[in-house]
């Protein structure tokens, strides 16, 4: 498809309430200032805001409100986090472009604004308005931007409207938040979708659920911007055509703090603390521990039929995980990621199982100073290499095996400057195609964004970025959960669904287009931990030959002396 970049740069124009914007918006306004698609030409700012009172404001000062505001002040003395995506900037520090005041009109949830200010407005020919500000908006401020006013959602507008943004998913125990960006319309909460989004919920606090999706929503809006600009009008409206293509009915109601009574918000309260209790007690008898598990098959086939695999226990102060596997005369070498519980970082280790299924003890072959997992393995020119996860370094590495299956040698970096976990390649029409999940922004998971960055080889110098980056953002589908692999001739990708807590389990997805310029992916089948009562998740797959090895999460009790050297540490305060 050829390219028809925009010739100038997007004009953009802001709709604020106070030259106070949170640190989310602030780090969002400077990549679109550093951008070479796009350029802050005017800020219309609210001066009516002070002749108002926000619904919350309202709900708060009545008794009916009390315990939610008791709620919201626990929350956030109990959970600071680390960078706060509200903390305060001052958006003078870094714009400095003509700024109209306006009065709206106001009715009891709507701002709309006069025409002697839209008329000002037209001179500035904005193409995107971003609403950071203001009530819902009526009337000709919708249109007097080009491509309209871009606006967030910080929920999914499928299933919850309305606000406060991350208490009901966290209040209601739903396993994903989402995020909607959109186009603006006269049609309340159902505007043009430009982009969706979902996070794990954060079911501990509200705070901390709304500081994870806030951090990484803010790049939603500068990459469709991006988009904009490179494919020009046409084109990206296309794309943005068939995202709406379907009709979407609201059967849920309208989620208002008033909606929220007393006696459910201190129910609320009694059981967040009480979980919390609870989870402290039992971690104090019980560990999560990473186990494998194995299926060898009489002839060379995936094995589908988890119930008939046999598990393999690490000792119980170290857990196993991430598995690749490689066959040699016989034998199977499966590398994995070790990690022993006192020093808390992982290394790569590896286990050899004979054609029976009798395995030795792992012995570790690549330790760095900092934490390595996910041993993905590649065959290249007769050699074998191993990229190790490797994301408190930054890098995506590249490692040679120089003396099978024990002594590995650093080749080279592919990517540097980079916070990637799981990186997984398949070649596909002679090029090499590196996907890994990424985090964009500081303050975000890393469990949520699928990028892709192809190279025409292994050892190239750069890999370039995929136009659609990140190609999937959704934390029950994104993260790679090993290698891709073939059946009946269509090409599968393994993922990660960490909705309802880290690797809950995994999806199968079928490519249906991978090039250049697009990327898709169909799920066909879920796998979830219900085989076995003792464990809670299942986060990687891998076969090769006859043999198929997963990793599970068991609950396993914990030793007497394994308690009492616990509870003494936390005495002590020698422990986190």
Excluded at 70 to 78: E, G, P
């Amino acid at each position: 498809m050829e390219v028809k970049r925009m010739k100038h740069k997007l004009r953009i124009g802001l709709l604020l309430d106070s030259d106070m914007i949170a640190a989310w918006s602030y780090k969002m306004l400077e990549e679109i200032k550093e951008s070479n698609y796009a350029e802050i030409v005017v800020i219309v700012e609210n001066n009516g805001i002070k002749k108002r009172k926000t619904t919350l404001k309202n709900v708060l000062g009545k008794f009916r409100g009390i315990f939610f505001s008791v709620y919201n002040r626990l929350d956030k003395k109990l959970h600071k986090p680390n960078p706060d995506a509200f903390s305060l900037k001052n958006i003078n520090n870094l714009i400095s472009v003509p700024k109209i005041q306006v009065v709206p009109n106001q009715t009891l949830y709507s701002d709309s604004l006069p025409k002697q200010d839209i008329s000002e407005i037209e001179t500035y020919y904005v193409d995107i308005f971003i609403r950071m500000g203001f009530r819902i908006l009526r009337g000709d401020i919708l249109t007097v931007a080009k491509y309209g006013i871009w606006s967030y959602h910080h929920g999914d507008n499928s299933v919850n409207r309305g606000g406060p943004a991350g208490f009901w998913e966290v209040f209601r125990g739903w396993d994903v938040t989402g995020v909607t960006l959109q186009i603006l319309n006269e049609d309340l909460d159902n505007g043009i979708i430009l982009y969706k989004s979902f996070s794990h919920t954060a079911n501990s606090s509200v705070i901390l659920n709304k500081n994870n999706y806030y951090w990484k929503a803010l790049s939603f809006l500068p990459n469709k911007m991006r988009e904009l600009h490179d494919l020009g009008e046409n084109d990206f409206f296309e794309n943005i055509k068939e995202l709406n293509s379907n009709p979407e009915f609201y059967s849920n109601p309208l989620y208002q703090p008033k909606n929220i009574r007393n006696i459910e918000m201190l129910y609320f309260i009694f059981s967040t603390v009480r979980n919390v209790v609870k989870g402290k007690i039992l971690n104090q008898i019980y560990q999560d521990q990473w186990i494998l598990l194995y299926k060898l098959n009489t002839t060379d086939s995936i094995s589908k039929s988890f119930f008939r695999f046999n598990k393999m226990i690490p000792p119980k102060d170290r857990f196993w995980a991430d598995p690749f596997v490689i066959q040699k005369e016989n034998s199977s070498y499966i590398f994995i990621e070790e990690l022993l519980y006192k020093t808390r970082k992982g290394h790569i280790s590896v286990i050899v199982m004979d054609c029976n299924g009798k395995y030795s003890e792992p012995v570790k072959v690549l330790e760095a100073d900092y934490h390595m997992s996910y041993p993905f393995l590649i065959e290249e020119d007769g050699a074998l290499f191993m990229i190790p996860e490797t994301k408190q370094n930054k890098t995506i590495d590249l490692y040679r095996c120089v003396e099978f299956p024990t002594k590995w040698d650093y080749e080279k970096t592919l990517i540097n400057d980079i916070e990637a976990v799981d990186a997984t390649i398949t070649v596909k029409d002679n090029i090499y195609w590196l996907f890994a999940n990424v985090t964009t922004n500081k303050g975000a998971s890393s469990w949520d964004e699928l990028h892709i960055f192809s190279a025409p080889s292994l050892f190239s110098n750069h890999w370039k970025v995929h136009p659609k980056n990140p190609v999937i953002s959704d934390v029950r589908q994104a993260r790679p959960a090993g290698n891709f692999f073939t059946y009946n001739n269509n090409l599968y990708r393994p993922s990660q669904n960490s909705s309802r807590r880290y690797g809950y389990g995994m999806k199968i997805n079928r490519v249906t287009e991978l090039n250049n310029n697009n990327y898709k992916e169909e799920t066909v089948n879920s796998i979830y931990p219900n085989w076995d009562k003792s464990l809670n998740a299942v986060h990687t797959i891998n076969s090769v030959g006859n043999l198929t090895v997963i990793d599970s999460l068991m609950k396993r009790k914990r030793g007497i002396w394994q308690m009492a050297g616990n509870l003494l540490m936390k005495f002590t305060g020698n422990i986190r």
